[in-house]
């Protein structure tokens, strides 16, 4: 999976930024899966099309929904540039 | 997966969806035929902006359809009403912590910048405004009292006309943010002792945005903070005073005042029974919800009259978070987080991170709240 394209959303108050990331295919229930090596990982299979969201140790937080080729992402202000680089390398090499 | 949803509009309270039937024809018939500005083109066949006020003061049981003005929104017709009024250092206004935005803002502009003291009444133990406090202020002689009369957070309908008929034995101005009320329940001046009514065009009224009104009792003038083109007596150096031209600069949004008349044509048939439709629903999301034992109601009193707005939040999820889910796994629209309102949440225990908002129209089938209730079920289990 690669990622197709990345927009920055907004600044959060609390110095942390939205990204709004598109991958190149859906996101399944493997791929999401395999994102609970990252932290904890809630993933809510019985709703209308699956939710999961995802909070590291390092304050990034991941939310979406299975099926869709978009998923929304925080990322902590502390050391976002490198957490941001290390979270699209994960992406694109464990899905 | 990606299964095709249920889809379920409710977010009406930020903006009703659909429209009265036909609106959509009528803003596109507007904007496909030669443009008639009035005043401001050989082509005067319609007179819509007429045809609108007098629509609108048959609606609100006004005689005199001049003192309505038309804006272009709600928050347009507050700060026409709330700057217009001349307030100078030293005035005491008293509003509530019900308010939108669009009128503690202007209302703090002022405190900041001409030094206007703003006296805010909170809630009682009933989630009324409360009374005493209410009556403590108006000892201060305000120049101008603001209530809203629904809440945008909880639907509330406040008793305005009791907190207004006080407000006038002490000579205050009395304004009333009819923007949640107007179309979804009676709204008449005189019996709410209400000087000035604001309101917006693209909620309870059906019609499009960019489009709302300002109701003016005869003797109040407000002073004119914009002023310009009118399409009328251009041989002035000062804009007219005379209403509703006294209050209405610059080109009008002719294709939004379409849509309204026609909207407005349309409620005047079924509007009463739109919004009986809307209550009922509403008072069945709050029942179906209220069983829910994770689900926290926010103001929930099921003997209180309101509008069909249904504030809550959800034990274990964030407000935004639920809200997200709500949209993108179920299928529901609704809104999230303050509402533009962030001084109730205080007393509403909801600070500060604010509600889940459902707000629905008559529109809305009861299948909708069947699956609204199943659906915040499935969160909070």
């Given at each position: ?26 996101v399944t229930e493997a791929s999401i899966k395999r994102l609970g090596v990252l ?57 | ?297 926010m103001d929930y009193d099921p003997a209180a009259e309101r509008v069909g707005i249904?504030?809550?939040t959800v034990e274990g999820w964030e407000v935004e978070e639920a809200g997200y ?57």
């Amino acid at each position: 999976m690669n990622i197709a394209s990345v927009k920055k959303v907004e600044d959060c108050f609390d110095g942390g930024s939205v990204f709004s990331y598109e991958m190149d295919e859906e996101v399944t229930e493997a791929s999401i899966k395999r994102l609970g090596v990252l932290g904890r990982l809630d993933y809510f299979p019985h709703f209308p099309r699956p939710f999961y969201r995802l909070i590291t140790d390092d304050g990034l937080q991941i939310k979406g929904v299975e099926g869709e080729r978009d998923f929304q992402v925080i990322f902590p202000r502390k050391e976002k540039e490198k957490i941001k680089e290390e979270f699209e390398r994960f992406i694109t090499t464990h899905n | 997966m990606g299964q095709d949803l249920r889809s379920v509009f409710m977010n009406n309270a930020a903006g009703s969806w659909p429209k009265a039937p036909g609106v959509v024809e009528a803003v596109n018939s507007a904007l496909s035929r030669r443009p008639e500005h009035p005043g401001r083109t050989s082509l005067q066949k319609d007179d819509l902006a007429g045809r609108c006020r007098e629509l609108l003061a048959g609606i609100m049981g006004v005689e005199d359809k001049t003192r309505v003005a038309i804006t272009f929104n709600a928050t347009h017709s507050l700060n026409i009403a709330i700057m217009g009024m001349g307030l100078q250092r030293g005035d005491v206004v008293v509003t509530t912590v019900t308010e939108h935005n669009s009128v503690l803002r202007p209302l703090a502009h002022l405190a900041e910048r001409q030094g206007v003291e703003v006296i805010e009444i909170g809630l009682d133990d009933n989630n009324l405004l409360d009374f005493a406090a209410f009556c403590r202020a108006l000892e201060r002689r305000p120049k101008l009292v603001a209530i809203n009369h629904a809440s945008n957070v909880t639907g509330r309908i406040q008793d305005a006309a009791r907190y207004f008929a006080a407000a006038k034995k002490a000579g205050a101005v009395t304004l009333l943010d009819a923007s949640q009320t107007m179309g979804h329940a009676r709204v008449n001046p005189d019996e709410l002792f209400a000087d000035m009514v604001a309101f917006t065009g693209h909620k309870g009224l059906l019609g499009p945005p960019g489009i709302g009104g300002l109701y003016v009792r005869p003797g109040i003038e407000l002073e004119q903070w914009m002023v310009g083109g009118t399409g009328v007596r251009s041989d002035l150096t000062l804009h007219p005073e005379d209403m509703p031209t006294r209050l209405e600069a610059g080109t009008p949004n002719v294709p939004a005042m379409a849509g309204l008349a026609l909207a407005l044509e349309w409620l005047q048939e079924k509007g009463h029974d739109f919004a009986r439709k809307e209550m009922d629903l509403a008072r069945g999301l709050r029942e179906g919800l209220s069983q829910i034992g994770r689900v926290n109601l926010m103001d929930y009193d099921p003997a209180a009259e309101r509008v069909g707005i249904v504030s809550f939040t959800v034990e274990g999820w964030e407000v935004e978070e639920a809200g997200y889910v709500l949209q993108e796994s179920f299928g529901i629209v609704c809104r999230t987080g303050l509402h533009c309102a962030p001084h109730i949440h205080a007393p509403l225990g909801s600070a500060p991170d604010g509600t889940i908002r459902l707000s629905l129209s008559g529109f809305n089938v009861e299948r909708d709240v069947e699956y609204a209730v199943q659906s915040i079920k499935g969160l909070a289990a």
